[in-house]
């Protein structure tokens, strides 16, 4: 069984196809996305600490943004 560390390719791409389903959809209609650009933002700078924490043998990290 293939692990997400091992390959991205193991990530379910379905929640991401939503998302920028949704975004499509918002600037058609006008109206604000479901997750905005500041909550995603928040989601990449969790995601870059996790890596960090990674390289660094699972140490605390602090989020930036």
């Not at 390719?9 to 920028?20: L, R, T, V």
């Not at 479901?34 to 989020?63: M, P, Q, T």
Request: hydrophobic share 40%; charged share 30%; net charge positive.
């Amino acid at each position: 069984q293939m692990c997400i560390r091992d390959s991205p390719a193991a990530i379910d791409f379905m929640w991401h196809q939503k998302n920028f389903e949704d975004v499509v959809a918002a600037i058609r209609s006008g109206h604000a996305p479901a997750i905005d650009g500041r909550e995603a933002r928040r989601a990449v700078h969790l995601i870059e600490a996790v890596y960090r924490s990674a390289r660094n043998g699972g140490r605390k990290e602090r989020l930036s943004g």
